[in-house]
């Protein structure tokens, strides 16, 4: 039912089929009001959004036992796939306690839902571990009802809601509960509290922890993320689908969606921005327009700017650039920031999804582009690579110019001076250690670095580290050592003790056909 046809970081192109049609992920599903919504479905469906969410409470108050006999798809003018939720918070809000989950089960079955929600009770953020428990607690319990109570014979695709809120041991073991129920998808709930206060860090910490318990051939929704700016990251994270009414909440307020954050609409003397509504008005046009019209207009234009998110997202993960991507946008935000901070210490868990070759090179600009899955990968492979080469003697050269290394004229003479087998290679600040003989792989001759990630000292750590595990996997019998005039003196403070080298010859005086001549005497002797 899910299908994933493209992949980098966590996040991934899928599709899902439904009974009402294919939906391609990322998805961003507007939310529709299914008694009193402005901008008609069909409108929306043709500004690209190709699925849609609704409320099955808001729907079952205002058309009851119609909606059955209409269908949802009439109802809101859809013929879409659609995604109900199931009114949790309705339902706890007005206090309805005679519907039970299986009632609000059957109802969006029946009314013909694509995707339903099981009634859950959210975890509201602020709340105690002791609620957040019990939040997890009834919403399983809740779970395990639905799903015993339709059976085999389910007409809707049917999501698991993970609770647990800041708690996130609970959000493991929510998902971990969930993951061995028959639910075709899953969904993290419920950020809403956390994007209004920007909290991108527990935001990703929640995903992280979801995603460490969750069938990765199932596809995560994540509740109540309406805004651009953190939706990139939610979906290297591993989320695919997306629902909000931020747009015309937003829109109803005066506030005016941008790449960075809202504006209020007050305050704006340009739009940046080209969509239909943008392009033919002015802010003081905008702004004097009767309240109704104005917030039809700023909820257009605040749904195109989720559009467009979606989309370039999309992009950037099909070109294997979404860290890149990810990276850009966190800069117009330090909480932003923060969150990406921490997708990179998490980095290790997203190198199984990454692939291992991509069309285009690394750009590695600054801290943390270092922790990325592909530089992670590089130092494994090295590990492996010489630890079934142990004790061979070792020469590490300057880089140079020739890309790969393996081509150059250095280590073509170099691999074929002695009689017995050497590892001929060089360092460069990330990477490691580099082998001549595996310098050809992906991404070391791809990879772009700038000086200034080169020289930052949480980098250089985290190098030295690497460095020092890769040489003691090799342990050579004997090294010898050209100095490169690119490195820190304390890469060379490491080689002297790790390896006590047997010469070391800076680069100025460094005559290829001299150093060979050297070690083969060394050898002799
Ligand atoms: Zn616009």
New binding site residues.
Partial sequence: MFEVRELDLAGRIGRIKTNHGIVETPAFLPVIHSANQSIPARDIQAMGFTTVMTNSYITFRRHGGDAIEKGIHSIIEFDGPIMTDSGGYQILEYGKVNTGPLEIARYQEDIGSDFSNVLDTPTGVGGSRRQSEESVKKTLESCRITMEGLGQDRKSLWIGPVQGGKYLDLVTSSARHLSSMPFDMFALGSPTEIMERYDFTLLAQMIISAKKALPVDKPLHLFGLGHPLPLAMAVALGCDTFDSASYILYARAGRYITETGTRRIQDLEY?P?V?R??SEISPRQLNELEADQRENKIAI?NL?MLKREIEATKQALREGRLWEYIGSKARAHPNLWAAFEELAKNSHSFEVFTPSFKSRGLMLSSYPDHLRPEIMRTHERVVSYLSGRQRRPLLILPEGRVRPFVYGKAYEMASSAFEIPFIIGYISVPVGFVPGEISDVYPYSQIVITPALQSDPRVMDQFIKVLTIQLRSLAPSMTFLVRDGQLDDSVYDLLKTLLEPKFMISGDEYILESTLERIKKILDD
Avoid: D, N, Q, R
């Fill in positions: 739009l921005c969509c509504v943008c234009h195109y």
